[in-house]
């Protein structure tokens, strides 16, 4: 079982930027598609963004534009570059190992602890 560790958040002012970290345990990171994924309060866990394992990536369109993921294989991390932030960005954000089928996304592993995104003023 993989397990993952995110890191990064914080409370920004709207128009900020943050860089969130996801690193994942066990071997053949390099072979894993990517996922990062939000969940705001009183709402259902939400797919941002996947990078697959040749560095193809693919944005819900919610986030095209202001969002940014990358992987460095030799750390085993995935990262999410924010620019841009907004109130409505609040939530807490995880990564995970995703299979794609069609439209339908399916994490694969447990959800680690994710870390908190707030933009406030």
């Known amino acids: 079982q993989v397990q993952f560790v995110e890191s990064g958040g914080g409370l920004v002012q709207p128009g900020g930027s943050l860089r969130l970290s996801c690193v994942a345990t066990g071997s053949g990171f390099s072979l894993r598609t990517m996922a990062w994924y939000r969940q705001a309060p009183a709402k259902e866990r939400e797919l941002l963004t996947t990078i697959g394992s040749g560095g193809t990536t693919k944005y819900e369109d919610a986030v095209k534009g202001r969002f940014t993921i990358s992987r460095d294989n030799a750390k085993n991390t995935v990262y999410l570059q924010i620019d841009g932030l907004k109130p409505e960005d609040t939530a807490v954000y995880y990564c995970?190992?995703?299979?794609?089928?069609?439209?339908?996304?399916?994490?694969?592993?447990?959800w680690g602890q994710g870390t908190q995104v707030t933009v406030s003023s």
């Open positions: 995970n190992e995703v299979i794609i089928r069609g439209m339908v996304d399916y994490p694969v592993h447990s």
